[in-house]
């Protein structure tokens, strides 16, 4: 005598397989799984993005600040001047409220210094340091100055000079100071476009703390 096995789609007959329907609610749960770790691994990969945005941000603020800092605090000074007369006299020096040039000394990148007539200004949206070498014998016309962009997205640049407009004059910030005497302070402010997350601190240098003799 035989014996039929259990007809297909009885209880045991699952244990050699899935039915359709579980196979469905599988794939479906896995589907809302594979979503999910996308969402998550697009969340993730957003805020790693936004977090490395920002660093780089924060830094190219910091290295423009160092180098306007440096420059500002190493304007060298005439070799002849006498302090004692006054504030240090500058080689050269003339500021308004959204320019400012001297006679400074740039970097090689070989641990030397080139001196140069410099201009800091506002070109567009871009804060740039344009110079030419400082020469004292001109053989010819003037070389065309250089361009160096120190920070893009810029609305506005403003310079102020701390120091007594006529000698035996309180000190007070100014919106343009000419030399060759150098101000007590500089101040420089930076406005960035609107929804910009970079934040510029007053930046405040004196430059008769570390000037150079020419």
Known sequence: MTHSGPPVG??????????????????TVLGF??????AGVRTGLGI????????????????????????????PVAS????????????SFGGTADRLRF?????????LARRAEITLALKDDRLVLSW??????????????????LTRGVTRLTFA????????????????????????LIRVQVSFEHGDTRHWPDLIVAPQLAA???
């Open 10 to 27: 009885s209880e045991g007959g699952r244990a050699g397989g899935f039915t359709l329907l579980e196979v469905v609610v599988a794939l």
């Open 33 to 38: 799984l594979i979503i999910g770790l996308n």
């Open 48 to 75: 790693w993005h936004r977090q490395t945005r920002q660093m780089t941000e924060v830094a190219e603020v910091a290295t423009t600040a160092r180098v306007l800092r440096v420059l500002l605090a190493g304007i």
């Open 80 to 91: 002849a001047a006498n302090i004692e007369r006054g504030a240090p006299l500058a080689i």
């Open 103 to 111: 006679v400074g000394d740039l970097p090689d990148g070989l641990g």
């Open 132 to 149: 030419i070498p400082r020469r004292f014998e001109q053989a010819g016309p003037p070389p065309s100055p250089t361009d160096a962009e």
């Open 161 to 184: 000079y701390f120091g007594a407009p006529q000698p035996g004059e309180p000190s007070r910030w100014l919106a343009r100071w000419d030399g060759p005497a150098l101000p007590e």
């Open 212 to 214: 150079p003799e020419g």
